[in-house]
C-alpha cells in the first residue's frame, strides 16, 4: 500500500519533532552501534546522537535495539509495545496489506475507539523511523471481528463542517480530521448534489407541463439526497397531493378493481377529453382545475368506464334524444319522470346508471315516440316489451303507421258485427308479431269477412268494402 493510501476517513499521520536528549543505558553502546551499522548500509550519516520522536511518543532508555532506527526511536519502538514485524491478518482485512510496516500496535482513544499505529522504516536523513496513525477508527465487534466506528461527540463545528476538536464533518455526517480527504470527499457529495438538483428541476419542469408540478415540490429534499427510485415512488404516493390527483384509484380498489399506474390514469382522462371533444359537449365538462384534476372524470375513472363505453353513452344520449324527433323525448319523460331531455347527458353519463337500462329506456321511448307520432296511445309496459322483443324505432314508425290506418275501421266493424272489441294493443300483436299474433290476425279477419258478406252480391257498397280492405296492411 501507497503511503498516501493508508489514511482513511480520520486517519493522518503524525509529525515528529527532533530531540537531542542521550540516553545513559548500559546497553545504549550496543543500541548505537547497532544504529550505526544499519544508517551506513542506508548510506546516511550516524555521527552525532540523533533521535527520532513523535508528538505522541517521548523517548524511553532502554530495549533492544530495531533495524533502521535511531536509539530515541528504538528506545520508543520496544518501551512503547510496539510488535514487531508487518500488520496481523485482522488488520489486513480491514485495513490492506502494507509491505512498508515494521512494528504496529493497538491503542485505545478517549472516546472509545481503537486505532492502529505502525512504524515505517521512513524517517529523514538521521536514518530514523516514522510512525504514524494508520487507518480509521474502529471498534471490536462479535467474536473479535473489526468494525469501523462512528464518533458520535464532536466539538461545535462552523459552517464549513471544521469544528475546534480538528474534526470536519461532511454534509452527510461522515467525520474526517485530515482537510484535504474531507475536502475531496465533499466535492464529490456537493458535485452529487448539484446533479441531483438538476434532476429536479428537470422533472419538475416536466410535471408542470400536466399541471401535476405541486405533485413533486413537497418531495425534492427526496430527490436531492439521491433516495431510490422505488422508495421515491412510495413516498409520492403518500403525499395529500397525490391523493387527491388520483382519487379514482381509492374506490377502485374500495370496489375490488385495480389501481391504475399514474400513466393509465392520465392516459384514460385523455381518452375521455377526446371523446367529448369530438361530439361537442361543453368545456365545463372536462375542464381541468388545480394538478390537472377534471372532476366529471372521477366518477367515470371509479366506475371503470371505458372511452368506447363514455362515446356510447353519449351516442345514446344525443344521437337517439336530444337530436331526435320530439315525440321521442316527450315519450322519455312521460314514461321516466325522473329523466327530462335537460338531464339525460347528466343521466346517461352516470355510471351508476348501467348502460343497459339506459338503453332499454330510450328504446322504449323510441317506440312510444313512433305511437305518438302516428297519432296512437303510448304506454312503457307496451314500449318495454316491443323493445324485449326486438322491435327498432324505424320498425316501430312503420309498424304504428300501418295501424294507424285500420285500427278505426276495425274497431266500428266489431261495434257493427257484436264482435270483440278489435282495439290497438290486438293490432300491434298482430303487426309486431309478439306472443298471440294469429289470435289477433283470426280476429280481424273474422270482421271483415262478416263485412264482405253483409254486402256481397251489393255492387257498390261491396267493391267498397273490399276495397278497404284490401288497402290494409295486414
Do not use: C, H
Request: hydrophobic share 35%; proline share 3%.
Amino acid at each position: 500500500m501507497a503511503r498516501e493510501d493508508m489514511m482513511i476517513d480520520e486517519g493522518v499521520a503524525f509529525g515528529r519533532r527532533r530531540t537531542n536528549t542521550p540516553t545513559s543505558s548500559a546497553t545504549k553502546e550496543d543500541v548505537s552501534q547497532a544504529l550505526k551499522d544499519a544508517a551506513e548500509s542506508l548510506g546516511v550519516d550516524s555521527a552525532g546522537d540523533q533521535f527520532e520522536s513523535t508528538e505522541l511518543f517521548s523517548p524511553i532508555s532502554g530495549g533492544q535495539p530495531v533495524a533502521g532506527a535511531s536509539a530515541a526511536d528504538a528506545d520508543m519502538f520496544m518501551k512503547e509495545g510496539f510488535n514487531a514485524g508487518p500488520l496481523p491478518q485482522q488488520y489486513q482485512k480491514m485495513f490492506g496489506s502494507d509491505q512498508n510496516v515494521i512494528g504496529w500496535k493497538e491503542v485505545t482513544n478517549p472516546d472509545g475507539s481503537k486505532q492502529i499505529v505502525v512504524a515505517l522504516p521512513q524517517g529523514d536523513a538521521d536514518g530514523g523511523l516514522q510512525f504514524a496513525t494508520y487507518g480509521a477508527k474502529f471498534k471490536s465487534g462479535a467474536g473479535g471481528v473489526l468494525e469501523s466506528f462512528t464518533e458520535n461527540n464532536f466539538t461545535d463545528e462552523d459552517s464549513s463542517g471544521f469544528s475546534s476538536g480538528g474534526i470536519y464533518t461532511a454534509s452527510d455526517g461522515r467525520k474526517f480530521n485530515d482537510p484535504d480527504t474531507f475536502a475531496l470527499y465533499q466535492g464529490n457529495l456537493d458535485e452529487k448534489k448539484e446533479g441531483r438538483k438538476s434532476a429536479y428541476d428537470l422533472l419538475l419542469s416536466e410535471f408542470d407541463r400536466y399541471g401535476l408540478g405541486a405533485l413533486v415540490t413537497p418531495l425534492r429534499s427526496l430527490i436531492e439526497e439521491g433516495v431510490s427510485p422505488s422508495e421515491f415512488t412510495l413516498r409520492l404516493r403518500e403525499t395529500d397531493a397525490y391523493k387527491r390527483r388520483f382519487a379514482a384509484n381509492a374506490q377502485r380498489v374500495a370496489k375490488g378493481l385495480r389501481a391504475l399506474s399514474e400513466a393509465e390514469y392520465i392516459g384514460t382522462e385523455d381518452q375521455y377529453q377526446d371523446v367529448m371533444r369530438r361530439y361537442g359537449m361543453p368545456e365545463s365538462y372536462y375542464a381541468k382545475g388545480d394538478l390537472g384534476i377534471q372532476s366529471g372524470f372521477e366518477k367515470f375513472l371509479a366506475g371503470d368506464v371505458s372511452a368506447v363505453e363514455l362515446e356510447d353513452r353519449i351516442q345514446t344520449a344525443q344521437n337517439r334524444v336530444v337530436n331526435s324527433n320530439p315525440e321521442v323525448s316527450k315519450a322519455l319523460k312521460q314514461f321516466y319522470p325522473g329523466i327530462s331531455n335537460g338531464d339525460i347527458l347528466s343521466y346517461v353519463l352516470d355510471p351508476t346508471n348501467a348502460i343497459e337500462n339506459i338503453k332499454r329506456k330510450v328504446t322504449a321511448a323510441e317506440i312510444g315516440g313512433a305511437a305518438i307520432q302516428s297519432g296512437l296511445q303510448a304506454g312503457v309496459a307496451r314500449a318495454e316489451e316491443l323493445g324485449a322483443a326486438g322491435i327498432t324505432k324505424q320498425q316501430a314508425q312503420s309498424g304504428f303507421g300501418t295501424i294507424a290506418g285500420g285500427l278505426q275501421r276495425g274497431s266500428q266493424l266489431a261495434s257493427i258485427y257484436g264482435e270483440d272489441p278489435y282495439t290497438q294493443a290486438i293490432a300491434e300483436t298482430e303487426v309486431f308479431g309478439i306472443a298471440g299474433a294469429q289470435d289477433a290476425a283470426k280476429q280481424r279477419k273474422k270482421i271483415t269477412g262478416l263485412e264482405r258478406a253483409t254486402f256481397s252480391g251489393q255492387s257498390g257498397a261491396s267493391s267498397g268494402a273490399l276495397a278497404r280492405d284490401r288497402a290494409g296492411a295486414y
